[in-house]
């Protein structure tokens, strides 16, 4: 792991929907080969920081580089280097779970001779074997989820960008999907995640940001987020400390 | 909570929380689309005032020519009808949408609410608008029957009392027979055929209506009443409401009621498994719907799109796509199977489909000939070419243009696949273009083929030829590679000016697919077509019927002139919409 190249850097990341500011002035830097975890409370700006990360929403101000492409100025090359499994995993439903995943490496321009290989493993790495040539539309959440990844990995991403993404897994996937990702991380993919489940981020991440209403409270690895909190507790303690959460007063009040 | 509130209570707190959600989409509406709302309000207006003054004189009429007042009984009659048929038919699509598409159905059968209660709140609210229109639609011609025979004030209570009774029966007949198919086929399954029928009865409707040659010549007055009395069927509704509002306004008014009560017998009989499916069955129908991780293999047949070992076609470019971009490709591969999986998209292209086949029909069994008035041949062949051209224009463009309407907000959610990957602006706007535009050249070719083969058929039929040679005469290929040309230009104007519509108003949330299209851009869209259309159509077909007519001077100097100013206009609408629907694409999904 080398963390001191920048793969991914946004500088006053910022987007306004109307008056509301949504994301405000975020500045980012992640390592190639890092594990970073994006975490928040609620409406804090995690899934449009990610948004806009990726390239789906422009941002209002601010710049994004990735792998040191310019996001704004040359959309089309920096979106060939990554991939993004967004937290619901909308699919056509009237597509085969492999030809989704064609669809996909047609559109990233994959080699044909790659795609066919890759497909294959991946799909039955992910227990979808056996039913890639079913519809989509018969697939659970999980089912969806795991045809996502699969698609997000056909062309070899140097980073990853995950909403959410053990939301609707089983145990199983679920942990495949954290290996499958410290795996890829240790061969110089970057990651980056954001999710509500403080466990896994304390488990998988190497970094991490707290936003709370569009702007960074916090960021860096846990033994640093411990000294920017003042707390030697949990992770979860340190969130709550810096996201504010309800009092114990507040809630015996509500619940009388 | 619901034994608290009382079924009755229950119905009414979730229509109104749907009342007041429909108010506030209404009150947040932006300027444009309110702007639509009062156009189509005073079309709808306009309509009914149409249907007032019809049946104020066609009563009046009847009374005068027959000379009995029993002749204008027609009128309620065939209002009535026409009520309950379209009723019925609303009922059903309309009860499978609020009864188990709709997005709430999880939080309300899942609170303590009764299914009884959300059954009845969704069945009452989804069904009250479109039984609005259709109890008007209905009313006014009562009303316009009663004013011409200066009727007394029984025979609008009886009018009023028979319009709130009529929607009972198709409702719930409808609405039964909804929730017994749901609870052994899915209900989006269901959704999609039921598209296929509506569409079906219409093709059907179309060509009865189109074959009846009795119907294209001057029918008389007694013609018609004919047809109207075949309204009167003892066994209908409709018959049994028309005996009530004549026995009470005429008399003898015991007659009358005797009637009505029959119809409310019935309408009673029909409640009764309404009740028990609300409660029982309605239930196992949406647990159904919930049923997760079906296993959906596709049918395999000889069809293009049902070949789901081809995966691979959508990751490399082959065949006569292979000088194309690799993302391109991908496009045009998944719309070409995405689509025609789709039963709902089939049902959209049956109806104007419907029109093409009718135009056939009418080739081959009652041809239009010019040649009959003495005209020579040579006049003829351009002008039935130009005939061609505009059904197959017509027809193709209906068809392919909704899709290419659609091009984007047909991606739906899915969207964030291609935001999110390499593909240019210019390879995703040209991959939406070529995958409408082949289809609509293929098909607006094959009409053209198909209506001179009909014609040439017909030729050889009637003028006892042998049928190839007839076929050749018929057909001649010059003018149809012409029409053909003719047809993929207008195409390519027509498929590109909605693409640029379709990117500057998508819609990607949508639940149904009739959500795609709003109203505003439905509008907008065929008033450019048709101003595109005529235009450059007209420049295009310029040579054909001057060089014949020898009207404007040198046919040479004609088709240059004709085929400059087509080809110049098409280009500009071509190039320019694709500009549009390129620029555009930044802000899509967004």
Known sequence: MTHSEPMVRAEGLTRLYGDFVAVDGIDLSIGRGEIFGVLGPNGAGKTTTLRMLVGLLRPSTGSIVVDGVDMVAR????????????????????????????????????????????????????????????????????????????????????VIFLDEPTVGLDPRSARLLRDILRQLADRGTTVVLSTHILEIAERMCDRMVIIDKGRVVAMGTVAELHEQAHETSSLEDIFLSLTGGPADAAIASVLS | MDSQLGLVASVLRLVRARWRIAWNTLRRASGWRRLVGVVVAVALGFLVLMSLVTSFVMTRVLVGVFERVEAADVIPVAAYSSGLMLSFMVSFTVALAALYLSKDLDLLLGSPLSRRAVFFSKLIAGLLPAHGVILALTALPLLGHGLAQDQDWPYYGAALLSLLALPILPVAIGATCVVLIVRYVSAQRVGEIVGLIVVAMTMSLALVLGSARQLQQAISLRDLMGILERFRNPYSPAEWLTRFLVGVSRGPAADGWLWFGVLLGVTACSLVPLWWVADTVYDEGWLRMQAAARRTLLRRGFLPWQHTDRAAELSRPSGLLRWLPG????????????????????????????????????????????????????????????????????????????????????????????????????????????????????????????????????????????????????????????????????????????????????????????????????????????????????????????????????????????????????????????????????????
């Open chain 2, 327 to 590: 993302p391109m490709v991908a496009i045009i591969r998944k719309d070409w199977r995405v689509i025609p999986r789709d039963l709902t998209n089939i049902a959209g292209v049956l109806s104007p489909l419907a029109i093409g086949i009718f135009f056939i029909l009418q080739q081959l069994l009652y041809p239009i000939r010019f040649g009959e008035s003495g005209m020579p041949q040579g006049f003829v062949q351009p002008l039935l070419t130009m005939l061609s051209t505009a059904v197959a224009t017509g027809v193709a463009g209906m068809i392919m243009s909704r899709f290419a309407l659609t091009a984007f907000s047909f991606e739906g959610r899915s969207y964030w696949a291609i935001k999110g990957s390499p593909i240019s602006a210019r390879d995703l706007v040209l991959g939406k273009f070529i995958s409408a535009w082949v289809p609509m050249g293929l098909l607006g070719g094959g009409l053209v083929l198909m209506l001179d083969l009909a014609r040439g058929f017909n030729d050889a039929r009637l003028s006892d030829t042998a049928l190839l040679p007839a076929l050749a005469s018929g057909v001649g290929q010059g003018y149809i590679l012409y029409a053909w040309f003719v047809v993929a230009v207008l195409g390519a104007g027509i498929i590109a000016i909605s693409l640029a519509l379709g990117a500057a108003r998508p819609n990607l949330n949508w639940d149904s697919p009739h959500e795609m299209i709003t109203p505003d851009l439905g509008c907008m869209s065929l008033v450019l077509y048709a101003g595109y259309a005529g235009v450059a159509g007209m420049a295009l077909m310029l040579p054909l019927a001057t060089s014949q007519f020898r009207l404007l001077g040198s046919p040479g100097l004609l088709w240059a002139g004709g085929l400059t100013v087509g080809l110049g206009i098409s280009a500009v609408a071509v190039l320019g919409s694709l500009w549009v629907a390129m620029g555009e694409m930044a802000s899509v999904g967004e």
């Open chain 1, 75 to 158: 959309p089309q090359d920096a979106r060939a280097r990554i991939a993004f499994l967004p937290d619901t995993p909308y699919l056509y439903d009237k597509l085969t779970a492999r030809e989704f995943v064609h669809f996909v490496a047609g559109l990233y321009s994959v080699p044909p001779e790659q795609v066919d290989r890759r497909s294959d493993e991946l799909l039955t790495l992910f227990g979808l074997g056996d039913r890639a040539d079913d519809l989509v539309e018969g697939f659970s959440h999980g089912m969806r989820q795991k045809v996502v990844m699969v698609a997000a990995l056909i062309h070899a991403p140097k």
